[in-house]
């Protein structure tokens, strides 16, 4: 789950249309945990190492972020098209 920012950030997204698809698609795609950060380089250092001995490595780690992103996508997209059709009906 990610923070309320991260699903409104999607939203906004959405609401450009294709375009707006285009950039979460894009951002999904682009998903790199070897350029992860953390706000503390002994954290970060941890994650890289956990990363590096994770079976499969960074390849393996990516695909895993990836699908939990896009399962993520696929649940806030049918929260969006439900918001949608309740304000279309209440026209």
């Given at each position: ?50 990363i ?12 895993s972020v ?26």
């Amino acid at each position: 789950m990610l923070p309320p920012e991260a699903q409104k950030t999607f939203n906004n997204e959405l609401d450009k249309g294709k375009d707006g698809i285009r950039n979460v698609v894009e951002s999904l795609t682009s998903i790199n945990v070897e350029l992860a950060k953390a706000s503390r380089i002994e954290d970060e250092e941890l994650v890289q190492r956990q990363i590096m001995n994770a079976p499969g490595g960074t390849s393996a780690v990516n695909s895993s972020v990836k699908e939990s992103m896009r399962a993520w996508f696929q649940k806030e997209f049918k929260a969006y098209l439900q918001k949608l059709e309740r304000e279309m009906s209440s026209e």
